[in-house]
Nanobody, 114 residues
């Protein structure tokens, strides 16, 4: 069973940056579209960024121009670079395939203070 392990979250001030990583235990990153999702307290999980197997990317309007998704096929890892963070970016961030197929990991908490 493939496991997804997210890391890199933390507490940052508004305007700051973080880079999240998602390591997959199996060779799924190179052959699947991958996405980053987030869930804020009291809200449903939402998609924020996606990258296809061909390298095309897509972003939610709320993060466009600030977040960048990338992947390293050799390391079976997907990254999310987050710049100009806002308090409304506070959430637990997860990764998964698109469409979601594997069990969700534990996520990584991102907290942005104002």
């Amino acid at each position: 069973q493939v496991q997804l392990v997210e890391s890199g979250g933390g507490l940052v001030q508004a305007g700051g940056s973080l880079r999240l990583s998602c390591a997959a235990s199996g060779s799924i990153v190179s052959i699947n579209a991958m996405g980053w999702y987030r869930q804020a307290p009291g809200k449903q999980r939402e998609s924020v960024a996606a990258i296809t197997s061909g390298g095309s990317t897509n972003y939610a309007d709320s993060v466009k121009g600030r977040f960048t998704i990338s992947r390293d096929n050799g390391k079976n890892t997907v990254y999310l670079r987050m710049n100009s963070l806002k308090p409304e970016d506070t959430a637990v961030y997860y990764c998964n395939t698109i469409p979601t197929y594997y069990s969700w990991g534990q996520g990584t908490q991102v907290t942005v203070s104002s």
